[in-house]
């Protein structure tokens, strides 16, 4: 009851209450006029405002969505061993947290932008009331009006709203502000502000800008360089260029000034900063810690394919998604790979003279300079750098370069003219014309056991050109196919020490083609041999009997599963007529050398996402209880084979041994002097158009094709021997000591049998020696296929024969009665009785 009453107290004294404050109201209305006009200007201000948030505020952006807010970032490319290579960027972007930041920093921008940050709440009333003054006082001209804005203002406007200039933005942009404070606190409000402001030089963020100004990390910045940076947010397309470098020191040294009068700094520090250089950077230091062009674009266009390429495609986009990328790049391989090949490259092009500009320029559209810096050409090759022609006079010329530089240019070729881009290399006070090859090839190293490539180079420079060579380039294998023939043979009955003949082989195709007959190269031949001579001495002949006698479906079907590529059962692709690219056949070589596995080529190893999850895996193998807290006591986990078993391992094993053979004593013996167990298979097309080699050791397939992109002749000196292999010897050579040494190890399954090399006979009173042209050697071969024990039947019908005439003859010192006795111990059948001679 006490409840009821005191509740109906508290009822009758609001309703008391309120019936005399309305009655005050009306009777103010009718007698007082400043109450009606007050109340007037209250219902105005109530109803603009009722109609300016149904027009503006009604459909601005949740700024709760600043809580989940993912800025676009750059996807970073890591190295095999971690170390960060590349970037992917249309802007420059790096995201800290606000912690990372130096407080000296944060008061920079502090000073400059908003003093009274930490205790307004969105809006500074002194600020705005000044910018509306100016706004008012430049109507009409072209000034657009500045300040105004507060920090989180400018979050507002870079994050949620746009650049667009009217007032209707500035009411969004406050009403937003207000939400923002509600939402935000100030330490998240500043590192969204230090993360997102553009500050010049395509950079966002205070990071970006540091590196883009000054090369250096914010950590890193001094006092002068931070007051800079703190002055960009007013017209950073202005302060960063040189010619206005004085209005840039006024404007910082204000900051100093501002700073110190906020006791941010003592004004000695002040005046110290300010005797100081704005100290700019004109060009940053390399962002690639190795020269890798043609592997990073291969690596970009694989992230485009298995994601996207823009911020708005999707989420994890390659230019906003903020991937981290690990590659299995190799910086020290890849530096040795360009290396190889440029000078392959060279070596090949020899005295040929000048082959012409890189590319041209419309001298008379003007700017040349902002045209060659849109080209995007340069070289990375002995200081040589990229120019154009700016002047030529008869025996006189100039070179100009993409920052507006020009210099004397000599060694001048007789076709130059002005518009022509160019290499050059410095000359004292000038340039010389320098000569880039006019042939060009492909280069790849991958790890057999894995599949990973290791490096990859496309061409001379990736900045002449993103044609990749080593990936898009289709040209004839030749000879390289030659393994995977003889390796067909070996799944269909042969060994290593099996007869062919190298005799001329025709074959009827029908009334309108007629007879094909294939021929050795430098033509001959003749007799038989056997198949490890035949592909230690790249016998054209012997290859297509192998081929025609194993059935040619069944050796586009072996070439086709080690992806080479596919191609119909005709007898000329036996000899490498079919194309393909340096990647693919480095890879079926990689099966080879990985007893059968066929693993697919990678580049990428995995992919994490922003927040370090892990969005993709080249190697999607499952490890059952590798991550269990505890070992419980069982088997230790294993990990499948990777790849596809796509031959026999002991046939791959056979053809890997015969392969060591070619370098030993064939046509890859180039690559000997390495003292390194290696195999390997030289190929030369018909033309000469291309010449390869690929082979390696156990730890590293390497491969290498030299030719024109438009294939001619490349003259008939040129063979893979002598032009690719020491491209791949090169290679090896610099990186000797990474590779193990260890030999290749033979599958279960193989037996190793001393044979005659040139005969194939098993021999059992000798053994293999250290020279390379040893007659007696090790040779492999699967269970019951090795020569017999016993003397073969062409041998014992021999020895027979001799050992009849010897009989027949005898000795004429010891008369007939030596002779018939002779006889009687030897008697002709001797021979055929005990089965063979011992």
């Not at 921008?109 to 003054?133: C, R």
Request: charged share 25%.
């Amino acid at each position: 009851m006490a409840e009821t009453s005191t509740f109906e107290n508290l009822s009758y004294r609001i309703r008391r209450d309120a019936s005399g404050v309305w009655a005050w109201c009306k009777n103010s209305w009718r007698e007082k006029r400043w109450f009606r006009w007050g109340a007037v200007a209250l219902g105005i201000f109530l109803a603009l405002w009722l109609v300016l948030w149904i027009i503006l505020a009604r459909n601005l952006p949740d700024a709760e969505t600043l809580l989940d807010y993912e800025p676009p970032l750059p996807t970073v490319v890591r190295g095999i061993e971690g170390d960060i290579v590349h970037s992917y960027a249309r802007e420059r972007r790096v995201q800290l947290q606000y912690s990372d930041f130096p407080q000296t920093l944060i008061e920079a921008y502090l000073a400059a932008e908003d003093k009274t940050f930490f205790s307004h709440g969105g809006i500074d009333a002194g600020g705005l009331a000044g910018a509306v003054i100016d706004y008012v006082s430049k109507l009409g001209s072209d000034e657009r009006a500045v300040g105004g804005s507060t920090i989180t203002q400018q979050v507002a406007k870079n994050i949620l709203l746009t650049n667009e200039y009217s007032v209707t933005r500035k009411l969004k942009e406050m009403m937003l502000a207000r939400r923002i404070e509600g939402v935000l606190t100030k330490q998240q409000i500043l590192e969204l502000y230090l993360n997102e402001i553009p500050l010049g030089r395509r950079s966002f963020g205070v990071q970006a800008a540091s590196r883009a100004y000054f090369d250096k990390d914010v950590g890193d910045l001094e006092l002068h360089e931070m007051a800079f940076l703190a002055i960009l947010p007013k017209a950073p397309e202005v302060y960063g260029r040189a010619k206005n470098a004085e209005s840039a020191l006024t404007r910082r040294n204000f900051v100093l000034g501002q700073m110190a009068e906020n006791e941010f700094i003592t004004a000695a520090e002040a005046d110290a900063a300010k005797a100081l250089p704005l100290g700019l950077v004109t060009q940053r230091s390399r962002t690639r810690s190795v020269d890798a062009g043609y592997f990073l674009e291969e690596v970009r266009r694989e992230l485009i394919g298995q994601f996207c390429e823009a911020a708005d495609d999707c989420k994890n986009s390659v230019y906003g998604g903020g991937l981290w990328v690990r590659t299995s790049l190799d910086p020290e391989m890849q530096d040795a790979a360009r290396n190889a090949l440029r000078r392959g490259m060279v070596r090949y092009h020899g005295n040929r003279g000048w082959g012409g500009p890189i590319a041209t320029i419309d001298m008379d559209a003007g700017n040349w300079s902002g045209q060659l810096a849109s080209s995007f050409l340069g070289i990375n090759y002995e200081g040589w750098r990229v120019g154009v022609v700016t002047e030529r006079e008869g025996g006189s010329a100039k070179i100009g370069f993409s920052d507006g530089e020009e210099a004397p240019l000599t060694n001048l070729p007789n076709a130059l003219k002005a518009g022509d881009v160019i290499a050059v290399e410095q000359s004292g006070n000038s340039f010389r014309v320098r000569t880039l090859p006019g042939v060009s090839g492909g280069f790849v190293a991958q790890d057999p056991q894995t599949g990973r490539v290791l490096a990859m180079q496309g061409g001379f420079d990736s900045r002449l050109g993103s044609f990749n060579r080593a990936t898009q380039a289709n040209r004839q294998p030749g000879s390289t196919i030659k393994p995977f023939v003889y390796a067909t043979g070996l799944d269909n009955g042969m060994t290593p020490a099996s007869e062919i003949p190298d005799q001329t082989y025709c074959y009827y195709q029908g009334s309108r083609l007629g007879e094909k007959c294939f021929r050795n190269s430098g033509g001959g031949g003749g007799g038989l041999h056997t198949m490890r001579w035949g592909l230690e001495q790249s016998r054209n002949l012997m290859t297509v009997h192998i081929a025609m006698e194993s059935g040619m479906p069944k050796v586009v079907d072996m070439i086709e599963n080690v992806g080479i590529g596919s191609y119909e059962p005709y007898p000329a692709f036996a000899l490498g007529a079919g194309e393909t690219t340096v990647m693919k056949m480095v890879s079926a070589y990689s099966a080879l050398a990985n007893h059968g596995r066929l693993n697919q080529p990678t580049v990428i190893d995995y992919v994490q996402d922003r927040r370090g999850k892990v969005i993709y895996r080249a190697d999607k193998r499952a490890c059952n209880g590798c991550n269990m807290p505890e070992w419980d006591g069982g088997a230790m986990p294993r990990i499948a084979p990777g790849g596809e078993q796509a031959l026999d391992a002991r046939t791959a094993f056979q053809t890997v041994h015969m392969l060591e053979g070619v370098v030993k004593r064939g046509t890859g013996t180039a690559l000997r002097s390495l003292g390194l167990p290696m195999f390997g298979k030289t190929g030369t097309t018909t033309g000469p158009k291309d010449v390869w080699f690929v082979g390696g050791t156990p730890d590293v397939i390497a491969g290498a094709y030299i030719g024109y992109d438009t294939p001619r002749n490349l003259g008939g000196y040129a063979q893979g021997g002598t032009v690719a292999a020491p491209i791949v010897r090169q290679f090896f050579s610099e990186t000797k000591e990474r590779m193990s040494g260890d030999p290749f190890v033979a599958p279960a399954g193989v037996r190793m049998v001393r044979v005659d090399r040139i005969s194939g006979k098993r021999v059992f009173d000798a053994w293999p020696g250290s020279d390379p042209k040893a007659s007696v050697i090790w040779e492999a071969f699967k269970p019951d296929t090795e020569p017999p024990r016993i003397t073969r039947r062409d041998e014992i019908e021999s020895k027979r024969k001799e050992i009849i005439a010897l009989i027949k003859q005898g000795s004429a010192a010891q008369g007939e009665q030596a002779t018939a006795s002779s006889r009687e111990e030897a008697p002709e059948d001797f021979v055929e009785d005990q089965g063979g001679i011992y």
